[in-house]
C-alpha cells in the first residue's frame, strides 16, 4: 500500500474524519469535567453556583448517548437525499452550538442541552463517516481509511485526557472548536462527495470529476464502471427492506446475533469506565495523580486500537472475541473484589496501583477485541438490501445501552459502593463469554457469499 499514490484519498478520509474526532473529545471531556462540576477538583472555577448532584453527573454524562441514539436514521435518510458530505456538513453544527453554550453555561441544563446536541454529531460520526470512508476508498486501501474512524475517536478523547484537567471547562470548549472549524474549512470545500452518490443521483459526470480528484488521475474509467455495476445491482434488488428485516428467518437471526453482541459489548462498562475514570482513581487512592492515571489509560486505548488493525484479519472472530471477554471479566473480578474490600475498611495501602493497571489492561482487552468485532460483525452477516437498515438499527440499540449504563450506574455506585457496577460487568460479562462460545457464528476470513451461505446452511 503506497500513501503517496493515493494521498488525496486519504487525506479526504482523514479531513471526514475530524468530525470523529470532535465527537472523541465529547466522550472524553466527560471524566475531568464532571470532576469539576462535582467540585471535587478546582471547585474556584466551577461554572455552576453549587456543585452537580450524582443524578445530574449521570445526565451530563450519558446525554450523548442519548443525542447519538437519535441520529443514525436520520443521518442515514439525509445521506440518501442530500448526500453524504452535506450531511455531515449540517451535522458539524450541532457540535458547534454545543461547545458555545459550554462556554457560556452557568446552569445545569446548559450541560443537558450541550451534551444532548454533541450527541447528535457523534451518531452522525458513527454512521455516516464510516460510510463516506467506504464509498470513496479502494480495495487496496479500505481496512486503513476506514480504521482511522476509531484512531480519530480514541485521538479525540486522548486529547481530552491530556488537555482538559488542566484548563477550565470555558477555555476547553473554546478550544474543542478548532477541530468544528477545521472540519468546515477543509472538509466543506477541499473534499469531494463520494462518487457512490453521484450514481444513485444519475450524475456520472460528477462521479467522474469526484473520482479524478479523490485518486488525482484523469484514468477512472474502469474505477467509474465498476460503480456504475454495484449501485445497478443495488438498486435491483430494492424490496420491502424493513418487512424483510423483521420476518425473514435469517434477518432475525442475524438481527439477534448483532443485538447480543453489541448489548454484551456495553455491559463490559466501558462509558461508565470512560465517564468516571478520573472518579475511579481518586476512590482508589492511586499513587499517582488522577490526571496522569488517566493519561496513561487513554493513550493504552489508542494503542490498543493501532494494533487491533494489524490483528482482525488474521485470528478468527469469535477466538478473539472470547479471549477479550475473559480477560474484561478478570479485570471487572479484580476491580469488584478491590473496591469490595476497600468498602469493608481492608488494608490496600500496597494494591493501590492495581486499578490502574487494571483500566489499562481492559482497555487494551476491549479495543482489540469485541468493540471492533461487534462493530464490523453486522455488517459481514447482514444480506446486502437490508445491511444499511440492519446496522443501523444495531447501532442504535447499541446507544441505547451505552446511554442505560451511563444513566444507572453512577447512582447504584453512589448508594452502593463503587463495586456494584464492576459486579453488574462481571455478571454481564459470563453471560457475554456463554453466548459467543455457543451461539456466534464464525465470519473472520471469509467472503460476504461463503458468510451467507454458511447461515443460510443452518436454517
Not at 290 to 310: D, F, K, W
Not at 436 to 448: D, I, N
Request: hydrophobic share 45%; aromatic share 12%.
Amino acid at each position: 500500500m503506497d500513501i503517496r499514490k493515493n494521498k488525496f484519498t486519504y487525506f479526504a478520509g482523514i479531513s471526514a474524519n475530524l468530525l470523529t474526532y470532535g465527537s472523541g473529545l465529547g466522550y472524553g471531556w466527560a471524566s475531568p469535567a464532571l470532576s469539576k462540576l462535582s467540585g471535587h477538583v478546582d471547585p474556584e472555577n466551577n461554572p455552576l453556583s453549587s456543585p452537580t448532584t450524582v443524578t445530574q453527573e449521570s445526565w451530563i454524562a450519558s446525554l450523548l448517548s442519548l443525542g447519538a441514539m437519535c441520529s443514525p436514521f436520520l443521518t442515514a435518510f439525509l445521506s440518501e437525499k442530500i448526500g453524504r458530505k452535506k450531511t455531515l456538513l449540517v451535522f458539524v453544527l450541532p457540535t458547534i452550538i454545543s461547545h458555545l453554550i459550554l462556554i457560556f453555561a452557568k446552569r445545569v441544563v446548559d450541560f443537558y442541552v450541550a451534551r444532548f446536541l454533541i450527541g447528535l454529531s457523534t451518531g452522525c460520526a458513527i454512521t455516516i463517516v464510516p460510510l463516506y470512508s467506504a464509498e470513496i476508498s479502494q480495495k487496496h486501501n479500505r481496512g486503513a481509511i476506514g480504521a482511522l474512524v476509531i484512531v480519530m475517536l480514541a485521538s479525540g478523547h486522548f486529547t481530552a485526557s491530556v488537555v482538559a484537567p488542566y484548563v477550565t471547562i470555558r477555555t476547553f470548549s473554546a478550544l474543542a472548536l478548532i477541530p468544528s472549524g477545521l472540519f468546515l474549512i477543509v472538509f466543506g470545500i477541499f473534499v469531494p462527495e463520494s462518487p457512490y452518490f453521484y450514481i444513485l443521483m444519475d450524475d456520472k459526470r460528477g462521479a467522474k470529476l469526484s473520482l479524478e480528484k479523490l485518486r488525482g488521475t484523469e484514468n477512472v474509467g474502469e474505477e467509474l464502471g465498476e460503480i456504475v455495476k454495484s449501485v445497478e445491482e443495488l438498486k435491483s434488488s430494492e424490496r420491502d427492506n424493513l418487512r424483510e428485516l423483521f420476518t425473514s428467518s435469517y434477518c432475525l437471526r442475524c438481527l439477534f446475533w448483532s443485538v447480543a453482541l453489541i448489548f454484551f459489548q456495553q455491559l463490559t462498562g466501558l462509558i461508565y469506565i470512560v465517564n468516571y475514570t478520573q472518579k475511579i482513581f481518586e476512590s482508589a487512592h492511586t499513587p499517582i495523580s488522577e490526571e496522569i492515571a488517566v493519561m496513561l489509560v487513554t493513550l493504552v486505548q489508542i494503542t490498543s486500537i493501532l494494533v487491533s488493525t494489524q490483528i482482525l484479519d488474521r485470528v478468527p472472530r469469535r477466538k478473539l472475541a472470547l479471549l477479550s471477554l475473559t480477560s474484561i471479566l478478570v479485570i471487572t473480578t479484580t476491580m469488584g473484589t478491590y473496591f469490595y474490600m476497600q468498602k469493608h475498611h481492608f488494608n490496600l495501602l500496597h494494591f493501590t496501583w492495581l486499578p490502574v493497571l487494571c483500566l489499562m489492561v481492559f482497555i487494551l482487552s476491549f479495543n482489540m477485541g469485541i468493540c471492533p468485532i461487534s462493530y464490523i460483525f453486522p455488517g459481514e452477516i447482514f444480506q446486502p438490501n437490508v445491511k444499511s437498515l440492519g446496522v443501523n438499527l444495531v447501532m442504535c440499540v447499541g446507544l441505547f445501552w451505552e446511554f442505560a449504563v451511563a444513566s444507572f450506574l453512577p447512582a447504584l455506585s453512589n448508594r452502593f459502593g463503587f463495586d456494584v457496577p464492576f459486579w453488574v460487568f462481571t455478571g454481564a460479562t459470563c453471560f457475554g463469554i456463554a453466548f459467543v462460545g455457543f451461539s456466534m457464528p464464525e465470519t473472520g476470513g471469509k467472503s460476504f457469499l461463503e458468510i451467507n451461505e454458511s447461515l443460510r446452511y443452518k436454517e
